[in-house]
């Protein structure tokens, strides 16, 4: 069973960075795409950004505007995304995603079969 453990979310003010982690374990992941999607109170999860495992496809929210990276270490299983220049319009609740497949609706929710609980990000003004 694929599991996904974020870790990374915390307090932070106007301007700074934060380091998400995602750590995957219980599977397979050479063909994997792994995805960020973040979620505010009283909002729709939207996507944030997108990784295939192996290769080279990235891609990124049109919000992301170069402030933020997604990243991957194969050798640990592990997924990040590096968030500089925070606004609180970034605050929510990021969550780590992943598939088998890749799909062109990468920017979907339902385009993935497995989630983390998820971790807060909170940006003070």
């Known amino acids: 069973q694929v599991q996904l453990v974020e870790s990374g979310g915390g307090l932070v003010q106007t301007g700074g960075s934060l380091r998400l982690t995602c750590a995957a374990s219980?599977?397979?992941?050479?063909?994997?795409?792994m995805a960020w999607f973040r979620q505010a109170p009283g909002k729709e999860r939207e996507f944030v950004a997108a990784?295939?495992?192996?290769?080279?496809?990235?891609n990124y929210a049109e919000f992301v505007k170069g402030r933020f990276t997604i990243s991957r270490d194969n050798a640990k299983n592990t997924v990040y995304m590096q968030m500089n220049s925070l606004a609180p319009e970034a605050a929510a609740v990021y969550y780590c995603?992943?598939?088998?497949?890749?799909?062109?609706?990468?920017?979907?929710?339902?385009?993935?079969?497995?989630w983390g609980q998820g971790t807060q990000v909170t940006v003070s003004s």
């Open positions: 219980g599977g397979t992941f050479s063909s994997y795409v």
């Open positions: 995603t992943a598939d088998p497949t890749y799909s062109s609706r990468y920017c979907e929710p339902g385009s993935y079969a497995y």
């Open positions: 990784i295939k495992w192996i290769g080279r496809m990235i």
